[in-house]
């Protein structure tokens, strides 16, 4: 199964992780990587909210999600190359006076990934992790149940967050449609 790169640009805010969260869940369903779907939503999740909480909210930010050899490697990129994420030891994010959640986030990464880094570029910073599928090869076949529904379900979110964000999911179906009839033709 061909696995093709995504990304989506949005701007940060806490109430994108969700919409985020699950279009990941439905993206790894359809590429039958089901057993990766939490911790990869759980990485989402930590990397967007430190743009969040770190750069701030309404801050340009692109997730790339794509294969790399039997990883899945996800990444967020942001406009601020001076605010670095720093994985905290357990005794600097440990709960006081009340902040419980505070500084844990890269912590979480560090224990689901693979192996997660950030690299500095002249147009901010890309915070990447990668976790290893249960994959042969990169287009090998993962065991899941993938078919239909999941994709029409994966659209469906798709038109939604178009609407909500103010593009028109009929232009967007249309240009969907060129492009995969251009693709067809090319194979």
């Given at each position: 199964?061909?696995?093709?790169?995504?990304?989506?640009?949005?701007?940060?805010?806490?109430?994108?992780?969700?919409a985020l969260?699950?279009?990941?869940?439905?993206?790894?369903?359809?590429?039958?990587?089901?057993?990766?779907?939490?911790?990869?939503?759980?990485?989402?999740?930590?990397?967007?909210?430190?743009?969040?909480?770190?750069?701030?909210?309404?801050?340009?930010?692109?997730?790339?999600?794509?294969?790399?050899?039997?990883?899945?490697?996800?990444?967020?990129?942001?406009?601020?190359?001076?605010?670095?994420?720093?994985?905290?030891?357990?005794?600097?994010?440990?709960?006081?006076?009340?902040?419980?959640?505070?500084?844990?986030?890269?912590?979480?990464?560090?224990?689901?990934?693979?192996?997660?880094?950030?690299?500095?570029?002249?147009?901010?910073?890309?915070?990447w992790c990668?976790?290893?599928?249960?994959?042969?090869?990169?287009?090998?076949?993962?065991?899941?149940?993938?078919?239909?529904?999941?994709?029409?379900?994966?659209?469906?979110?798709?038109?939604?967050?178009?609407?909500?964000?103010?593009?028109?999911?009929?232009?967007?179906?249309?240009?969907?449609?060129?492009?995969?009839?251009?693709?067809?033709?090319?194979?």
């Amino acid at each position: 199964m061909q696995r093709k790169p995504w990304e989506l640009a949005f701007l940060a805010a806490p109430e994108e992780v969700a919409a985020l969260r699950r279009l990941l869940r439905l993206h790894l369903g359809v590429w039958g990587l089901h057993e990766l779907v939490d911790a990869a939503q759980l990485c989402v999740t930590e990397l967007v909210t430190n743009v969040v909480t770190h750069v701030g909210v309404g801050t340009p930010t692109r997730l790339a999600v794509a294969m790399r050899d039997t990883y899945l490697r996800i990444e967020v990129q942001d406009p601020d190359a001076k605010a670095l994420p720093t994985l905290l030891s357990g005794t600097q994010w440990m709960p006081q006076l009340g902040e419980a959640e505070s500084g844990r986030g890269l912590a979480l990464v560090d224990a689901v990934a693979d192996r997660w880094g950030v690299q500095p570029r002249a147009d901010g910073k890309v915070t990447w992790c990668e976790l290893r599928a249960n994959l042969s090869s990169p287009y090998g076949a993962a065991v899941a149940i993938a078919g239909r529904m999941p994709a029409i379900e994966m659209i469906a979110d798709i038109l939604h967050w178009l609407y909500a964000h103010g593009h028109d999911p009929d232009d967007a179906l249309n240009c969907a449609q060129t492009r995969f009839e251009t693709e067809i033709k090319v194979a």
